[in-house]
């Protein structure tokens, strides 16, 4: 709860360039910014995609020198980013863009990092205070998202896992801001089904997660409440029967999702964080099965905050388990799975996932206390 005798700061910014035919304006704008030599950071799979040759071509066109680095893992490590930061270098660029999911612009973001900050990649992480180093400048940073998921566009933060030991880290700073964002829907249209479902309940947890962390940001807490209600309306035609509407809705509460994060997330992402970089399933995905455990554990002493979602969710039921029940359904009427065991997960698995989760980063803002053996049991009810 907020305390009114305390002193709270908030922070909105970042420039969004957003509607159908946004992306067109690149050119335009690194020609006005003096920039002739960017770094595209995206993935193996978005780097093959018509959308993304035609952005290419567009720029080179227009006498814009274009280096394209993709080899990175879909969650990403350290050693994608160094791999990143060479190509910069090796090509003399001068400004660096981010164009995917939340996997290429984590990447992107760690490399803007990188170029102007040499030491260990892992002393920047924010969760041992590593932001104080953030200190030099970094190259002009652009992101363009191509799912409505993460919100990474809006965010400050890059999540890396250690190449090693599949632990997490955080990088965090303001200066890792995109000056600009071009968020045009239209690049969200070729998405196949299943990767909008995942991608859509990612931006679902996210703002799930934010409306009732602990952390109080109430600017945060509306943000998410519409966030909750655009996914709510949406996600189904955009995975199902997808049109501009839908996809622009999606994207829209994707940002906002990001947005309202800053607030903090809680134990559904560090139930998921592991799975990522223990068994490599996608991020979305993780989510999507976790969301309605979670949400479940958490409803025990947080039951207004669930009240509210429910009655911005139009249930019937005005409570915890109404809103647990509308999740587990939602992920059926969009391809979701309900179990772990769907995804590979296997009882051997749940002590080394037990052991990630605690020491995952998210689950400290969580409304109540996790224990290992919460996650424990946690693991073994969604198995």
Known sequence: MMR?????????????????????????????????????????????????????????????????????????VKSDVYKG??????????????????????????????????????????LIGGDIYVTNDVPHFITIPTTAGTGSEVGRSAIISDDITHQKKILFAPKLLAKIVFADPALTMELPAAVTAATGMDALTHNMEAYIAKMPHPLCEGIALEGISLIAKSIETAVNKPNLESRSNMLIASLMGAVAFQK???????????????????????????????????????????????????????????????????????????KLSAIGVKQEHIETLADLAIADFAHPNNPKPVSREDFKSLYLKAL
């Not at 067109?24 to 780097?47: G, H």
């Not at 003399?92 to 760690?110: F, N």
């Open 4 to 76: 009114f005798d305390k002193v709270y700061q908030y922070n909105f910014p970042t420039t969004i360039r957003f509607g159908e035919g946004a992306v067109k304006e690149l050119a335009n704008y690194l020609k006005a910014n003096n920039l002739e030599r960017p770094l595209i950071v995206t993935d193996p799979v978005v780097c093959q995609l018509g959308f993304f040759k035609e952005i290419v071509t567009d720029l080179t066109s227009k006498g814009i020198s274009v280096e394209v680095f993709s080899d990175i893992h879909k969650n990403p």
């Open 264 to 338: 903090g997330l809680g134990v559904v992402h560090s139930l998921a964080h592991p799975l990522s970089s223990l068994l490599d399933t996608h991020h979305g995905l993780a989510n999507a099965i976790n969301l309605p455990y979670g949400m479940e554990f958490n409803i025990e002493g947080n039951e207004e905050k669930f009240k509210r979602i429910s009655k911005t969710l139009d249930l019937k039921e005005e409570n915890g388990q109404g809103v647990v029940d509308f999740l587990f359904d939602l992920n059926t009427r969009v391809g979701m799975p309900h």
């Open 85 to 126: 930061g060479d190509a910069f270098d090796g090509t003399k660029r001068d400004s660096i863009i981010g164009i995917g999911g939340g996997a290429a612009l984590d990447v992107a973001r760690a490399v803007v990092l990188r170029i102007n900050h040499r030491e260990d990649l892992f002393k920047y992480d924010d």
